[in-house]
């Protein structure tokens, strides 16, 4: 499966965007899905994370109740909703798909990832 990401920005503090993360291929309901995201000089690291099946979903601690993973499998696409934006939020952000349904906030879980989508949060 191939991963498109979009609808990275610059936007001020306490703003929203929503990332979309299009899939190519074959069976994308069957895919976990998540997003990771990777500031300047930092590892990457966890954001949020929906099991296929939609019966689960993951979130770092500070993106909790700010940050919503979604999906519409008819588009094949995931979504991250992402408000109340902070400067620390600043990040290349990307999306990935796995066949796991376990250990969905680790990135070695994942095969397929986006080429990311650049997040800028000025104060």
């Known amino acids: 499966v191939q991963l498109q990401a979009s609808g990275g920005g610059e936007v001020h503090t306490g703003g929203s965007l929503r990332l979309a993360c299009a899939a190519s291929?074959?069976?994308?309901?069957?895919?976990?899905t998540g997003w990771f995201r990777q500031a300047p000089g930092k590892e990457r690291r966890f954001v949020a994370a929906?099991?296929?099946?939609?019966?689960?979903?993951y979130y770092a601690d500070s993106m909790k109740g700010r940050f919503t993973i979604s999906r519409d499998n008819a588009k094949d696409t995931v979504y991250l909703q992402m408000n109340s934006l902070k400067p620390e939020d600043t990040a290349v952000y990307y999306c990935a798909a796995t066949k796991a349904t376990l250990g969905l906030s680790f990135d070695r879980v994942y095969k397929y990832w986006g080429q990311g989508t650049l997040v800028t949060v000025s104060s």
């Open positions: 291929g074959r069976a994308f309901s069957t895919y976990s």
């Open positions: 929906m099991s296929k099946n939609e019966a689960s979903t």
